[in-house]
């Protein structure tokens, strides 16, 4: 293996290449990145980078999102088969019907999608910045939320505002429902409980929470999902429960003195959790939240990649064009 990263880091020197890595990759993968991160910091890295190769570990809706806005770089995946169920869940020729019958409202579309559902959306968004973002439109706007519906209803629940949310989901946070929480806080009394919004239990007890906080606050909308927790002054059996972006995540679990969490989410960042934290125990919300897709690159793949500069992912310069407003505005708003 030690062969196989010296190698990967040579040709990534000689052909001025730099690696990216979402935090749900495989450690030996994270490892081997220059940057790790989620949705938002990727594209911000791909932004900004002054490398010729973009290599992109991660899933296909990330490398076009990268070549959507590098269309001067060569974006490369390791594995074409990376997708993604949840930007599977909705079709551009879905969009296009539901804004019809919605001709006046405003799409926001999760990064999670295709190229081309982002250039019929006006918005992109991560879980990062979606409060943020929803804010943002004008109180008199129709929204329509697209695909994930727990991210969605989280969204409504802290805004307030009433939107038309699609009924997508990804396969591997929905699985994180009631009873998993319900028994991790048996199983971990004094723990943190750090929880991505995508999840399944993020539309029951815990948007019932948020609800009864929402309702005693005076001021939701300057609420940042990625630095603070809108759960902080709840009832006791809610006050170490946080909803978190992985980014958020780490950013909270750096800070914090506690030194138990429990992590509900796809189980990869917990790599990245531990390499920051090593004297603090992180405990999956299940040993199952597994993202096929994600664990399908591996070192050899990555190499393979440098070696020969495939697979190319490359989005028209029409379809970029229209894509690239929304993501702009994603990236406009942190």
């Known amino acids: 293996m030690r062969d196989i990263f010296d190698e990967i880091q040579k040709l990534k020197r000689e052909k001025n290449a730099v690696i990216l890595a979402h935090n749900y990759q495989i450690p030996e993968i994270q490892d ?9 910091g990727l594209a911000q890295q791909a932004a900004k980078t002054n490398a010729d190769i973009i290599v992109f570990c991660g899933v296909h809706f990330m490398a076009e999102t990268a070549s959507i806005i590098s269309p001067d770089k060569k974006v490369l995946i390791p594995d074409l088969e990376a997708g993604c169920s949840l930007a599977s869940s909705i079709s551009v020729e879905q969009l296009k019907q539901w804004k019809k019958e919605n001709p006046n409202a405003v799409v926001v579309s999760y990064v999670n999608t295709t190229a081309e559902v982002k250039a019929e959306s006006d918005y992109c968004c991560t879980s990062s910045n979606a409060v943020k973002i929803v804010e943002s439109i004008p109180k008199e706007k129709d929204i329509l939320f697209l695909p994930d519906k727990f991210l969605g209803q989280y969204v409504q629940t802290i805004t307030k505002r009433e939107m038309k949310i699609w009924d997508g989901s990804c396969h591997v946070h929905e699985k994180v429902g009631d009873n998993l929480f319900e028994d991790n806080m048996k199983l971990h009394p004094d723990a943190e409980f750090l929880i991505h919004p995508e999840c399944g239990c993020s539309s029951s007890c815990l948007l019932k929470s948020a609800e009864t906080f929402a309702d005693n606050m005076n001021e939701v909308s300057r609420y940042e999902m990625n630095e603070s927790s809108v759960w902080d002054n709840m009832s006791e059996h809610y006050k170490n429960i946080h909803v978190f972006s992985t980014s958020g995540m780490i950013n909270y679990a750096r800070k914090s003195s506690s030194d138990e969490f429990v992590i509900a989410t796809e189980v990869g960042l917990l790599h990245r959790l531990k390499k920051e934290g090593p004297d603090k125990n992180f405990y999956p919300a299940s040993e199952n939240t597994i993202c096929e897709y994600m664990k399908l690159i591996t070192p050899e793949k990555l190499l393979n990649t440098l070696i020969n500069e495939k ?22 708003i942190i």
Request: net charge negative; proline share 3%; glycine share 4%.
């Open 32 to 40: 081997a990145a220059d940057y790790v991160g989620d949705s938002l």
């Open 311 to 332: 697979f190319l992912v490359k989005v028209s310069e029409e379809l970029a064009e229209k894509a690239k407003l929304p993501i702009e505005r994603m990236l406009n």
